[in-house]
């Protein structure tokens, strides 16, 4: 390929300076020696250079006679073509012209072997797609700074202009102190007080940088869990220390997907609160951190016990990497009813079948033994030891036996269960990235030690877990939402050798997620029971559990705006719902507001009835005091899962651009990598009227209320020079 030049350019520049070489200086603001294409005309510019910087002159009959001393005459062209290129400039009055030309040749000349550079690199393969965009953006860049023009200014004239600046600023500062102003201002105002307090706004020349704490506070505890794409559940910080990664996100269709890690950041110590919810979820932020409601995005200082907030109901993960099926019901047996803390593994169950499921899995296993044990009518119990240990287990003492090595025993230990008395078992790493039937069948192990299933006497079904381990619950409550089991933590007190314990409870009553547990997971040993609570669903279809799993009243405000002028009395009817049983203002069932929307047309109700979330009442906030807190953000879409609970980052730096367009009447320029140009107006819109932006979006607004102020709004943005 052809790299773009024009070589009579060249000739007609260095044969204008050879005519005129004081214009040298102005010609080399613009042009550099590399800039020529020729390489005899670098050389010769490069010289011209020289000799100017070493006082030897620069004219024709110079310059001829400096090349013609030198052996490597013939780089310069060779004096003959030195003397032909006077003859080659029709005019010295143009030597900037030209110069600009020659820049911009080799400017393109840039982009082209840029261009090349980057197909090279998509095509070798070798670079991630993020290197990749990074290296061209930067390679661009770089170019894109030749292009720029510098020009002299003598010092006598920019200190007459700052000592005029200096005066202005004095006259602004004594008039704002005269009208009483506390805040003195000779710059652009941010709209932030402390910050116009430390900067006396936004001034002139300067460069200021946004030093990338995402959420301005907007916080999460350093104990917080966040779910990634491939099934991990990591402490925040653990992401904040790799600093990439997808997790988990709300889409605007009210789905749940993979989205990119855009910063994460360490944000020090700061006060904490804890969020617990009805379901018995639990997350630590900041009281500026923003949940999600039916009316859209509010911080947490907004939110009081008793509102709703939005978790999911189901995760849409699914994990790629493989456990052998042995070791996952051995895990399932043995973190329900198993024995870690004694000279080697033991597993204790009154259920022949259990026991029977424990010891083929231990053959699986391979390189152990087990005998069953059981002394004065006490429940049986299976202890394994090393293979090769047999015959001679009963002449060893513990601490040889540990040096003989267990292999199961060493296999838990590098899992880090090994040692776990029954309130410290947890959930090893390995089950969360496993594909979900592996999974499944890991759980349906693990019920079948502490879970039950069964029907009250009052017809409601159930399905549960109980657990003195209070981690352990958690993760199982987490692992049933990714088969679209939504359970109910509760913390209890048993009895127990004549004192009350702590103990963690999961209780699955909802219809829904109970067809989804029987369906996905099951309970191994107790297929019995589980088939009399699936009988009790099937005889209550219609009459299904709906005072849980339902969308908080502040839907019909939606509804409300999409019916119009048509009465309640008929969208009932034209819905299927007798008038009389609407009741207006209330929490509704996903099952009738699905129906509803129908009626109306009402895409963004009928999402809802159908979205990914489920509204969890907030039950209790409670301080912690100072804790070590991180940021994460995620670019588009602004919200991940942490700690089974939906959270939101948002920006600050627009705030930042509408202030200085407003208040300092200067003109402001927005771009953004991350939001089209549609998203930043919709966002400047409601932060200046003071409306939520999902009623906004979803088109719920009140025509009393939020109208008059879109519409002023809308009116003073016009105003503004935003672009």
């Known amino acids: 390929m052809k790299l773009p030049h024009n070589w009579e350019t060249e000739r007609t520049l260095l044969g204008g300076l050879l005519i005129d070489m004081p214009q040298l200086a102005d010609v080399m603001e613009k042009v550099k020696a590399e800039d020529f294409h020729k390489p005899a005309h670098q050389h010769l510019f490069a010289l011209f250079i020289e000799m100017s910087e070493q006082g030897r002159g620069g004219d024709l009959v110079a310059v001829i006679d400096e090349v013609g001393r030198r052996p490597d005459a013939e780089r310069f062209g060779g004096v003959a073509y030195i003397g032909a290129l006077p003859n080659a400039c029709p005019s010295v009055e143009n030597l900037n012209v030209y110069a600009i030309r020659v820049r911009e040749h080799a400017v393109r000349r840039r982009l082209v072997m840029a261009a090349r550079a980057m197909v090279e690199d998509v095509n070798e393969g070798e670079k991630d797609l993020i290197r990749l965009l990074d290296d061209a953006e930067k390679s661009i860049f770089d170019i894109s700074q030749l292009s720029g023009n510098r020009d002299w200014h003598p010092l006598s004239t920019l200190v007459d202009e700052q000592i005029l600046e200096i005066q202005r600023r004095q006259q602004l500062m004594q008039e704002m102190r005269a009208s009483g102003q506390t805040i003195m201002l000779t710059g652009i105002p941010t709209g932030f007080a402390d910050l116009d307090r430390m900067l006396a706004g936004l001034q002139k020349s300067d460069l200021l940088i946004l030093a990338a704490r995402p959420a301005m506070g907007k916080c999460l505890s350093a104990a917080a869990e966040v779910l990634l794409s491939d099934g991990r559940v990591q402490r925040i910080g653990e992401v904040v220390r790799r600093g990439e990664g997808e997790v988990l996100s709300l889409g605007e269709d009210g789905r749940l997907s993979a989205a990119r890690i855009g910063a994460v950041v360490d944000d020090g110590m700061k006060p904490v609160f804890r969020v617990t919810t009805r379901l018995g979820r639990q997350v630590e932020t900041t009281l500026s951190h923003p949940f999600l409601t039916v009316s859209g995005w509010r911080q947490l200082a907004e939110i009081c016990v008793g509102e709703h907030i939005a978790v999911p109901r189901r995760l849409p993960v699914a994990g790629t990497t493989p456990v052998r099926e042995c070791e996952l019901r051995l895990l399932g047996l043995l973190i329900g009813d198993g024995g870690l803390t004694q000279t080697c593994p033991a597993f204790t169950s009154a259920s022949a079948r259990m026991r029977d499921d424990f010891t083929d899995a231990l053959s699986a296993f391979g390189g152990i033994v087990w005998r069953e044990e059981s002394h004065g009518g006490r429940t049986p119990t299976i202890k394994v030891r090393a293979a090769e240990m047999g015959s001679e287990a009963a002449a060893l003492g513990d601490e040889e036996r540990l040096q003989r090595g267990n292999p199961l025993t060493q296999w838990l230990r590098e899992i880090g269960l090994w040692g776990c008395g029954a309130a410290e078992k947890f959930i090893p790493d390995l089950i969360f990235t496993a594909p979900p039937e592996q999974i499944a069948l890991f759980l349906s192990r693990l019920f079948a030690t502490d879970g039950w299933a069964t029907v009250l006497k009052t017809g409601q079904a159930q399905i549960g877990y109980g657990t003195v381990s209070e981690r352990l619950a958690r993760q199982i409550q987490h692992l049933l939402l990714r088969f679209g089991v939504v359970g109910c933590l509760h913390r209890r007190t048993v009895l127990y050798r004549a004192e009350r314990r702590v103990c963690w409870q999961i209780s699955v009553t909802d219809a829904a997620s109970l067809r989804a547990f029987i369906r996905e997971v099951g309970i191994f040993g107790k297929e019995q029971a589980v088939e009399r609570v699936a009988a009790a669903l099937a005889a209550r279809t219609g009459r299904g559990h709906t005072n849980m799993d339902v969308v908080p009243g502040g839907v019909w405000a939606l509804l409300d705006a999409a019916r119009g002028a048509e009465s309640w009395a008929s969208v009932a009817r034209r819905a299927g719902i007798a008038p009389g049983n609407l009741h207006i203002g209330k929490n509704l069932s996903r099952e009738r507001l699905g129906r ?55 920006a600050f730096a627009l705030n930042i651009a509408l202030a200085a367009a407003e208040k300092g009447k200067v003109g402001v320029g927005v771009f953004s990598l991350e939001m089209g140009r549609h998203q930043l107006v919709n966002r400047l819109l409601c932060a200046h009227a003071m409306v939520d932006s999902s009623k906004v979006r979803i088109g719920a607004l009140d025509n009393e209320q939020d109208w008059p102020k879109l519409s002023a709004a809308a009116a003073d943005l016009h105003a503004l020079p935003m672009y």
């Open 596 to 650: 509803l929307a129908a009626a109306l047309g009402q895409a963004e109700a009928a999402r809802l009835a159908d979205s990914d979330l489920w509204w969890d009442e907030v039950v209790a906030v409670e301080p912690l005091g100072l804790q070590q807190v991180y940021d994460l953000t995620v670019p588009v879409r602004h919200n991940f899962v942490a700690n089974d609970v939906l959270v939101h980052n948002t």
